[in-house]
């Protein structure tokens, strides 16, 4: 089956291209006629995966798998880890400090989000080690 | 109603220009997360958040116009972002609310 791989380094120093990656994404998916919906939730899921490379973790890479019916992404860091993912994923939840907040992240709805916005969602995480966070989208 | 009949019947300042497209609804919100999750297309998103990652979500989002509130101007990295996006980006003296008002009168949204 046909797949097209797309590959991201996510700089975690820089605020200003944070969303780049979810940003590309969305324009390929868009001209390969994906519906709207669907561009939106990827969108959607990768900008909150995206960002809190940036805001959590120094950055990481973003990859993604593009198929007829689908799209895969890995998101990848070797931040802080996250000590309770049960407790990361709740609605509000957030350790992003003030400065963090003013510039308008820092919600705790990022994982919720993602959750809600793709088909299926992974973490992998290890304290001290890294986050991969997996999110399946079907068109 | 498009997005330059707002701007002269509202008298918003204009920062970047976009493609003038028709606006259907609006959304004021600072928290970018609620906004990429709540937003409606096409809408005027009203708020006093200044910096790049605005022109990021309002891309994203598709909505049809941002309109900084409370006299806010888009700091460099924003206004050069929004350029290079095509994005509209106005701005309004009066607060969130206000400015809400005003949009809902003048487009009937
Ligand atoms: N990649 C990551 N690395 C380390 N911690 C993370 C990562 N992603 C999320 N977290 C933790 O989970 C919390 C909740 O994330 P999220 O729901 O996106 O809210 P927010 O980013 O607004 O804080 C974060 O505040 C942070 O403590
Ligand atoms: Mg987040």
Not at chain 2, 4 to 15: D, M, P
Not at chain 2, 87 to 107: P, S
């Amino acid at each position: 089956m046909q797949c097209i791989k797309l590959e991201y380094d996510v700089d975690g120093e820089n605020f200003a291209s944070a969303g780049h990656a979810s940003e590309s994404v969305k324009r390929t998916l868009k001209q390969m006629g994906v519906s709207p919906a669907s561009v939106r939730r990827v969108a959607i899921a990768m900008y909150e995966g995206e960002i809190n490379m940036v805001i959590h973790a120094h950055g990481g890479k973003a990859e993604a798998e593009i198929y007829p019916d689908r799209i895969d992404i890995y998101l990848k860091d070797s931040g802080p880890g996250i000590a309770d993912i049960d407790l990361a994923m709740k609605a509000g939840y957030s350790t992003a400090t003030e400065n963090i907040r003013s510039l308008g992240f820092g919600a705790g709805m990022g994982l919720p989000n993602m959750k809600q916005y793709s088909d299926e969602m992974k973490i992998d995480s290890t304290v001290g080690v890294g986050t991969t966070v997996f999110l399946r989208v079907n068109f | 109603m498009n997005v330059s009949e707002l701007v002269k019947q509202a008298g918003f300042a204009v920062f970047t220009k976009g493609e003038d497209r028709a606006i259907e609804s609006g959304y004021c919100g600072d928290f970018l997360s609620n906004i990429i999750s709540r937003a409606p297309d096409a809408c005027v998103w009203l708020t006093v958040m200044n910096n790049v990652n605005v022109a990021a979500v309002a891309s994203l989002i598709d909505c049809a116009c941002i309109v900084l509130c409370e006299g806010v101007e888009p700091d460099t990295p924003l206004y050069e972002r929004g350029k290079q996006l095509g994005l509209w980006i106005l701005g309004a003296n009066e607060n969130v609310y206000e400015t809400a008002k005003t949009v809902a009168r003048v487009c009937g949204v």
